[in-house]
């Protein structure tokens, strides 16, 4: 190849770099720059700047970086940085800089023009998102295709793991994550394959740094009970036997009953030991071990289950009738005092939003979820927003919060509503709830409000198009996917759900609870029926006590706000009688 041997003063002149020539900065441009990119655009680019692109460069560089910088020098003090040909020249020196890297050390640098010039996006380049993604994902999602066609890969978890089955880290998916969700939003089921990937890798990567296993720390110093085996020996003697399954004195106990028992005997143990007296159960220790409660702020019915704990093992262990009268007693005493506990509830049911606003509030974190980028935070505004209202219509207790598709939680669909027991003739329903509750093993079963479903809809879309709704219900109820779940797809824990309802409401949601039976009691018996229904209960105390505060509450109507308070509660209830 023959060297250009023009000076500045010819090359202001040539045909070629006619279009650049008339610039304020080609002045300043050095010779041997300008000379390189008149040869770029008169021999590759057809005479003109825009003939410049990432295979006429590549083909102008050749296997010399030192070319393309030159003419890449010229075009950007000449046109800018961001002008497509010195896109183009950046790009084709990128991908010589990868070509001449030695050994398998991997530095993807190529800018994005480069990427998305590759065949394999042509199906994607009208994406928005390839535009706008951070760069370092868009190389990681290219890197994938590129990798499954290769190797004739799909997206499935086994497919992402041997994408980096030659990485340590977990690092690569979770880029690969982070552009897959912009490119195919984030409910699109590769997405949930790549993450169930990441956790495996990063599961893998755990145990192989996993530190040696220490010597065990000191048991926490107890503050309030002694440890188990400091309880007197008879008594260890007899809990073991309980424990086993055998009868003392003719009945059997079940394990809640003797861990219990247990609990309140540690607790009184430790009380007496602070007062200086034997471990035993008498009325000294008793009267000690309720200072102690007393001193802790125990509530009066913690009191009464703690105080019929210690009966229990009194008769068990056949002390005195005159002492275990006594306890009864006691248990009574405060049996009758808890029965003011319900009313603390009051305070946190008067804060809470009507059902209305709790619904207006669940609409906005639903509006608001697909414009949140990232991914754990998305996940929790879609659980949130339908965590509110179904609990708000259907107040389980934490136990029984996690629901899972196709068990709990079942589709209708084009089903005869007949075979679910529902009216022909009836509001047209989606999803049927069939539990059985963790406290009582009591069926709660039955459908679920209409205005729930767009709720449930948008837990399993998550931002996908509602048209891959049918396809994606089937798929996560054969899969038994949890209802409210985590952003890596896996079940929250017990109080989870209990927690959002506190970060938007202030309260737990076992909350609910009361206002169902607050509401439903204000109708009356058929009402408290209702209620206790609803919340899967069965204690007749709860159903008299909501019963008289609802009739007293009939006949407030000093303030009209009370007035149009009750008016609201009645609408709320008779809807909420027609999900029984």
């Known amino acids: 190849m023959n060297r250009d041997p023009r000076d500045w003063h010819a090359l202001v002149e040539a045909p070629e770099l006619a279009e650049v020539s008339g610039l304020s900065g080609f002045r300043d441009i050095k010779v041997e720059d300008l000379r390189k990119l008149a040869e770029l655009i008169r021999d590759f680019a057809g005479g003109s700047i825009s003939g410049i692109t990432i295979e006429t460069a590549s083909e102008f560089g050749g296997s010399s970086r030192h070319r393309l910088q030159c003419a890449k020098r010229a075009l950007r003090d000449l046109v800018g940085k961001e002008h497509p040909a010195t896109e183009s020249l950046k790009a084709a020196l990128s991908m010589i800089s990868a070509t001449k890297r030695r050994g398998t050390r991997h530095k993807d640098d190529r800018p994005r023009v480069a990427v998305l010039n590759e065949p394999r996006w042509d199906n994607f380049r009208s994406i928005e998102a390839t535009l706008t993604m951070p760069l370092n994902e868009l190389r990681a999602v290219d890197r994938f295709m590129a990798f499954s066609e290769t190797h004739g890969r799909g997206t499935e978890t086994d497919d992402f793991l041997a994408f980096v089955a030659d990485q340590e880290s977990s690092m690569l998916l979770r880029t690969l994550r982070g552009g897959l969700e912009k490119l195919l939003t984030p409910a699109h089921p590769a997405i949930m394959a790549a993450e ?34 400091e309880l007197p020996a008879d008594w260890l003697e007899l809990l073991d036997k309980l424990l086993s399954g055998k009868p003392v004195r003719g009945r059997k106990l079940s394990r809640k009953t003797v861990s219990n028992m247990t609990g309140a005997a540690r607790q009184m143990i430790y009380a007496a030991r602070e ?40 008769k068990r262990l056949g002390l005195d009738r005159d002492l275990v009268r006594d306890l009864a007693d006691l248990v009574g005493h405060y049996e009758r005092a808890s029965r003011r506990d319900v009313k603390v509830k009051e305070g946190r049911l008067a804060d809470l939003p009507d059902l209305q606003s ?75 709830l069939d539990l059985r509750t963790s406290k009582t093993d009591s069926a709660l079963s039955g459908p679920l409000a209409p205005i729930l479903t767009p709720f449930l809809d948008a837990l399993i879309l998550r931002g996908q198009d509602e048209r891959m709704l049918p396809d994606l219900r089937k798929a996560i109820m054969r899969a038994q996917a949890p209802v409210f779940p985590k952003s890596n797809g896996q079940v929250r824990s017990i109080r989870n759900l209990s927690n959002r309802w506190h970060v938007h409401l202030g309260t737990g949601s076992v909350i609910s609870r009361t206002r169902i039976h607050t509401l439903l009691g204000a109708l009356g018996a058929r009402g408290t029926r209702a209620a206790l229904a609803l919340c899967a209960q069965s204690s007749q105390r709860t159903a008299k006590w909501y019963e008289a505060v609802g009739l007293e509450r009939l006949r407030m109507t000093e303030s009209q706000d009370m007035v149009a308070a009750m008016i609201e509660m009645d609408e709320e209830a008779e809807a909420l009688l027609a999900l029984l």
């Open 275 to 314: 007062e200086g007296l034997p471990d035993a159960i008498n009325l000294e220790t008793i009267a000690a071990y309720d200072k102690a409660l007393e001193h802790r702020g125990v509530r009066a019915s913690s009191r009464q289950i703690l105080f019929a704990s210690l009966q229990t093992f009194a």
């Open 196 to 229: 169930q990937a990441r956790s495996i890798k990063e599961a893998e990567r755990y145990q192989r740094r996993k530190p040696e296993p220490t010597a065990q720390p000191q048991a926490r110093a107890l503050r309030a009970s002694v440890a188990r085996d």
């Open 358 to 432: 709790i619904f207006e509030k669940a609409n906005s974190l639903l509006d608001e979820a697909p414009s949140i980028m990232d991914r754990r935070s998305r996940t929790t505004q879609y659980v949130d927003a339908a965590a509110l209202p179904f609990l708000s219509l259907i107040p389980l207790r934490n136990a029984d919060t996690l629901l899972h598709w196709g068990k709990e939680i079942r589709y209708i669909g084009d089903d005869d509503p007949s075979d679910w027991g529902l009216d022909e003739q009836g509001e047209h329903v989606s999803y049927y």
